[in-house]
């Protein structure tokens, strides 16, 4: 009954016994302990099997592995060796990326490097250059311009194309007047359009012609 009380004792204080003795395996003789899958009580001066009390970590206590929980992206554990767990290091498949290590904050820090990020036309596809094209504007000076009169502002041979779209707008003393317009002639020139008067004539138009054009 002694034996029996002591060992019960002993399983009770699994943290103190366990930590003394190794797992092992044997008869309950006083040999020495040897390595093995249960864990064994000195009693009396002999061992004493703890049935059914399974090892989950080994002699050293170290954790069994190392888990990827994410449902998406890419794990950063690797494998586990011995004792080690090895984790993936990260970094950046090229400058447009940066990797700090970040001691103050222990984290790895990912940001995006905005000077290295550049897309060459080559790379754009399915849209018009003009979208690289800035447009041009040009000013003419009005004094009694005629209806019909044509001015070139060469948008079409800059930007290499005979599709060109113009907005004009006369400026006659300081203000926009909206009724004189012009027409396009061609992607290069533009014909000034003047109203009539009140005596069925054309007028002519004194001020500034702003023409603003760019590629289609």
């Known amino acids: 009954m002694k034996i029996l009380a002591a060992l019960l004792l002993n399983i ?5 016994t366990f930590a003394q003795k190794p797992l092992f395996t044997g008869d309950t003789t006083t040999k020495a302990p040897s390595a093995g899958r249960y864990y064994r009580s000195f009693v009396g001066g002999k061992w004493y099997t703890v049935d059914n009390v399974k090892a989950t970590m080994d002699p050293q206590g170290d954790i ?6 994410n449902t998406a992206g890419v794990g950063v554990f690797q494998a586990k060796s011995g004792t080690d767990l090895r984790f993936k290091g990260i970094r950046n498949a090229s400058t447009k990326l940066t990797v700090t290590d970040n001691t103050t904050n222990r984290t790895v820090d990912l940001d995006v490097n905005d000077a290295a990020l550049t897309v060459s036309t080559t790379q754009v596809t399915g ?5 690289n094209i800035r447009p041009i504007q040009k000013a003419y000076a009005l004094s009694n311009t005629t209806h019909g009169t044509t001015f070139t502002h060469g948008a ?3 930007f290499g194309t005979s599709s060109v779209v113009v907005t ?3 400026i006659v ?3 926009i007047d909206p009724n004189f317009s012009v027409t396009q002639v061609d992607a290069n020139t533009v014909s000034v359009v003047t109203p009539y008067n009140s005596s069925g004539t054309r ?3 004194t001020g500034t012609l702003i023409i603003i054009a760019t590629a289609n």
Request: aromatic share 8%; proline share 0%.
């Open 203 to 205: 007028e002519t138009v």
């Open 127 to 131: 849209l018009s250059t003009a979208l």
């Open 156 to 158: 079409g041979t800059a």
């Open 173 to 175: 003393n300081g203000v």
């Open 64 to 69: 069994t592995a190392g888990v990827n929980f």
């Open 168 to 170: 004009a707008q006369f």
């Open 12 to 16: 009770l204080l699994l943290g103190a």
